[in-house]
């Protein structure tokens, strides 16, 4: 079955320690991208990765970091989580489209809910 | 300020109504995608209306996109309590110089279906 997994689903946390939410797909696909979801504020992109090492700055990106070191895997790492990232995280990945733009259908993980204490 | 802009914010209909929310934007766009929401869950993909578009159908979704008022609406027919779940829209921008690798997605439109 084509799907983007996250692990965990749910994290409870204290400030200052280092955690990784890990995001995986299994449909080959070149973009993937995160997102942080707050009420009030919609979708926010964190970081996105065009392919293997190519990684930029989505709109939120302080006290965030991600690598791709495989085209299926693209870790969130938060090296010293505030109380401020308490949110809900989500992973999407995507291929080109009918267009050859990137940015078409997004498959989303089911996400991850952090509460930092 | 977020790109795409929901409205109304929620919507509470009966089985068998129809459902229509509206998405603004603010700048040119390629495409402007339409998204489900389960409670606490991943988004869902509906459809996708490209800027040279200016209606589409799926199944019992109508969508339609006036570029020179930035805006679409998103009208699902015959309602379910199915269908209950937030709603968002996202643009994918088109500026003049470079292109950006940004989708953005706007607040959302809560939208509850009563049995």
């Known amino acids: 079955e084509a799907q983007v997994t996250q692990n965990p689903r749910y994290l409870i946390t204290v400030t200052g320690k280092k955690l990784t939410v890990t995001c995986s797909q299994n449909m080959n696909h070149e973009y993937m991208s995160w997102y942080r979801q707050d009420p009030g504020l919609g979708l926010r992109q964190i970081y996105y990765s065009m392919n293997v090492e190519v990684t930029d700055k989505g709109d939120v990106p302080e006290g965030y970091k991600v690598s791709r070191k495989e085209k299926r895997n693209f870790p969130l790492i938060l090296e010293s989580p505030s109380p401020n990232q308490t949110s809900l995280y989500f992973c999407?990945?995507?291929?080109?489209?009918?267009?050859?733009?990137?940015?078409?259908?997004?498959?989303f993980g089911p996400g991850t809910r952090l509460l930092v204490l | 300020s977020q790109q795409g802009e929901e409205d109304p914010q929620a919507l509470s209909i009966q089985e068998g109504e129809n459902a229509t929310m509206n998405c603004s934007y603010k700048t040119s766009i390629n495409n402007l995608q339409w998204y489900r929401q389960n409670s606490g869950r991943g988004l869902v993909h509906l459809i996708l209306?490209?800027?040279?578009?200016r209606e589409k159908h799926s199944g019992r979704l109508r969508v339609t996109l006036d570029t020179s008022k930035k805006s679409s609406s998103l009208l699902i027919t015959a309602s379910r309590a199915a269908d209950t779940a937030s709603y968002f829209c996202a643009t994918d921008p088109a500026f003049e110089r470079g292109a950006t690798n940004k989708l953005i997605f706007g607040t959302g439109t809560l939208l509850a279906v009563q049995p």
């Open positions: 209306i490209r800027s040279n578009e």
């Open positions: 999407a990945s995507s291929t080109r489209g009918l267009a050859g733009g990137w940015k078409e259908t997004q498959y």
